[in-house]
């Protein structure tokens, strides 16, 4: 499959047809997508509805202060036993909104609300946050899905909104979002895309399905040691905070009284808010992409195909 992406990534999407179609995949993403180089945003108000990015949101005290905790080599990542090449099981923390809890990540939950409530009125209904964190190697992708609480083991229920902080910027390959929401009984039509970029923020509704693609691979201003490194934050109005030994998730967020070496900072607290968020946010236009889903050779399915079958890179 590997050679399919890098077929695709050069414009050769024929050559990978061939190779996919031997693989049983009915459909790929559109070349677009895989050719990250073509994925500009550009600053404009102009909203889509269910995507809004924002540039420019933390001050840079905040910014590395986060990025701190969570760059490559940080304590969070060996606490976690978390594989840069290849994430482990998934695990997020969560704490009740304006509670004593949550530190920077509830500072920075709130001023998202108080910017974004005009995107989305709903987010004024969150009662609860959920956070969890990425570091992935350039070409490093995290399959489409949607978030839900935890992982949709009992039964499927979305956040509000969810967003993505980029904490750091240029490495790996952009966040799709679809329109296919959980209740689609068809693949998605359109999608939408947020390029990795330090210091930006997307935001989508909660219920659609998402995921990352992997950066160009021929990037050469990409090291071997360059990291995604990105901060996710699910808005819900209720959510179940599991007190469960071990990681996983909706763990609850370590309280202020906590001796973990990467809870110190993330609870510390800076007297005034504007010592930590910019207050010109950058509204940014989502780069929207139709079709997503191309049939290979031209056969489209005439029933919702079977998730394997869709080719994302991966
Ligand atoms: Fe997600």
């Known amino acids: 499959m590997r050679s399919a992406l890098l077929l695709c990534q050069n414009g050769k999407e024929n050559e990978a047809d061939e190779i996919l179609k031997d693989l049983g995949f009915k459909y790929r993403l559109c070349p677009k997508i895989f050719r990250c180089e073509e994925l500009r945003v550009t600053e404009s108000d102009e909203s889509v509805g269910c995507v809004s990015i924002r540039d420019n949101i933390l001050n840079s005290y905040l910014l590395d202060k986060l ?44 001023f998202l609300i108080e910017n974004l409530c005009e995107d989305f009125p709903a987010i004024k209904d969150t009662k609860y946050i959920e956070w969890w964190a990425h570091c992935r190697e350039h070409a490093g992708s995290h399959q489409l899905h949607f978030d839900s609480d935890d992982e949709g083991r009992t039964q499927v229920l979305n956040p509000i909104v969810s967003c993505v902080l980029y904490l750091n910027g240029g490495t790996g390959g952009p966040t799709l979002v679809t329109d296919q929401a959980l209740t689609s009984r068809n693949l998605a039509t359109k999608g939408w895309i947020c390029p990795p970029k330090k210091n930006r923020m997307c935001m989508f509704r909660g219920d659609l399905l998402h995921g990352v693609t992997p950066g160009q691979s021929d990037n050469e201003l990409i090291s071997s040691h ?84 869709c080719f994302q890179g991966i």
């Open 67 to 110: 990025y701190g905790i969570f760059s490559s080599g940080a304590d969070y990542w060996a606490y976690h036993n978390y594989n840069e090449s290849n994430p482990c099981e998934y695990f997020s923390y969560a704490f009740q909104l304006n509670g004593n809890g949550g530190g920077l990540i509830n500072e920075t939950a709130e």
């Open 226 to 309: 360059d990291r995604r490194v990105t901060l996710m934050i699910a808005f819900w109005s209720d959510l179940k905070i599991r007190n469960a030994p071990g990681f996983g998730s909706s763990r609850a967020h370590p309280g202020n009284e906590s001796n973990i070496p990467w809870a110190k900072p993330l609870n510390s607290s800076i007297e005034n808010a504007a010592d930590k968020f910019n207050d010109r946010l950058i509204h940014v236009r989502p780069n929207t992409i139709e079709p997503i889903w191309i049939p290979i050779h031209g056969t489209v399915s005439s029933t919702m195909p079977q998730y394997d079958e």
